[in-house]
């Protein structure tokens, strides 16, 4: 199947810092998908993507659709300590009767 | 509109033992996913239905696993004859008919550990 790399696998931040991470794939995709995951909690949707190049903001969080359409990225601005989390990226395959997720990035950030 | 809820949050077995996870995705979402997600890991999945059909399984998916979604609407997980493997969280998504931009969302899972 597909593999999603992520990067970082974690980062340890100062508040206030801007945060940035990336997601690859040896694939092409359609659609990326970044959620965000609390401990023994189900991820949430942040942003989506539907065309490539395409940049899209959600409040301090922008993500990006790569040109090649193998690759996304996303950026916390000025964070906070409520951003601690592990992000996921996620794309789906080509009939989205399956959605395939990287190993997540972890963000700590001190206070 | 209500998100997509589990039941039960947590689960403790004991191997061997069937248990049984139900999903309710958000009203009128047609589509539904199962995903298992382990430590330190992305989400896996594991099968999709649209409305009550059972349209992809993963190889993740052994003959102990069953998933059924009678109505098209709520959908069960079973595994049969639990092994200490089997602990992970189990996730289930919901997705609206296809349209041009996809989206997908989550339930808050149910933790299974088989002791």
């Known amino acids: 199947g597909q593999q999603l790399n992520q990067s970082p696998q974690s980062m340890f931040i100062q508040e206030g810092e801007d945060v940035s991470m990336n997601c690859t794939s040896s694939s092409i995709f359609n659609t990326w998908l970044w959620y965000k995951q609390d401990p023994g909690e189900g991820p949430v949707l942040l942003i989506a993507?539907?065309?490539?190049?395409e940049l899209t903001s959600n409040g301090r969080l922008t993500a990006q659709f790569g040109i090649t359409r193998k690759d996304s990225f996303l950026n916390i601005s000025a964070s906070i300590p409520s951003d601690v989390g592990i992000y996921f990226c996620?794309?789906?395959?080509?009939?989205?009767?399956?959605?395939?997720f990287g190993s997540g990035t972890k963000l700590n950030v001190k206070p | 509109d209500t998100g997509v809820s589990q039941d039960p949050r947590h689960k403790i077995t004991k191997r061997g033992q069937n248990v049984t996870f139900r999903c309710d995705p958000i009203?009128?979402?047609?589509?539904l996913y199962w995903y298992r997600q382990t430590l330190g890991q992305g989400p896996e999945f594991l099968t999709y239905f649209q409305n009550e059909a059972q349209l992809e399984k993963s190889r993740l998916l052994s003959d102990r696993f069953s998933a059924e979604r009678p109505k098209g609407s709520f959908s069960t997980l079973e595994i049969q004859r639990t092994e200490q493997g089997d602990s992970a969280m189990y996730l289930c998504?919901?997705?609206?008919?296809?349209?041009?931009?996809?989206?997908?969302?989550f339930g808050p899972g149910t933790r299974l550990l088989v002791l």
């Open positions: 998504a919901s997705s609206p008919r296809r349209q041009a931009q996809e989206t997908q969302y």
């Open positions: 009203s009128e979402h047609n589509r």
């Open positions: 996620a794309g789906p395959n080509f009939t989205f009767n399956k959605f395939y």
């Open positions: 993507l539907y065309k490539a190049g």
